[in-house]
Nanobody
Framework: QVQPVESGGGSVQAGGSLKISCAVS????VGWFRQAPGKEREGVAC????????YYADSVLGRFTISRDNVKNMVWLQMNNLNPEDTAMYYC??????????????????WGQGTQVTVSS
């Protein structure tokens, strides 16, 4: 089963932290994406299959950290210093190739259902 399953979303005040999780049953590159109402889906962070490399969007660099444990088949996104602009549905996605860009949704074949993150001011 490749279908990612997200969990851990919720509501937090600005400046707070939240950690969301993704269960993925195979060792593939994984990305976190987010989509706010009326906006396009954007890549937030991604990590290689072996966890040796990770990449971040400029908007979250220094605040978010992606990590994984391939024994547990889990990927996490630790989000610190959250602000209201981070409010969105967050999706976990998996791929065997970053051929179309590491943070491009077009590179990812398998998508979870999403988990909502809401940051209040």
């Amino acid at each position: 089963q490749v279908q990612p399953v997200e969990s851990g979303g919720g509501s937090v005040q600005a400046g707070g932290s939240l950690k969301i999780s993704c269960a993925v049953s195979v060792s593939m590159a994984v990305g976190w994406f987010r989509q706010a109402p009326g906006k396009e889906r954007e890549g937030v962070a991604c990590i290689s299959a072996g966890a040796a490399k990770d990449y971040y969007a400029d908007s979250v660099l220094g605040r978010f950290t992606i990590s994984r444990d391939n024994v547990k088949n889990m990927v996490w996104l630790q989000m610190n210093n959250l602000n209201p602009e981070d409010t969105a549905m967050y999706y976990c996605a998996a791929t065997r190739s970053w051929a179309r860009g590491r943070l491009s949704p077009d590179s990812y074949n398998y998508w979870g259902q999403g988990t909502q993150v809401t940051v209040s001011s």
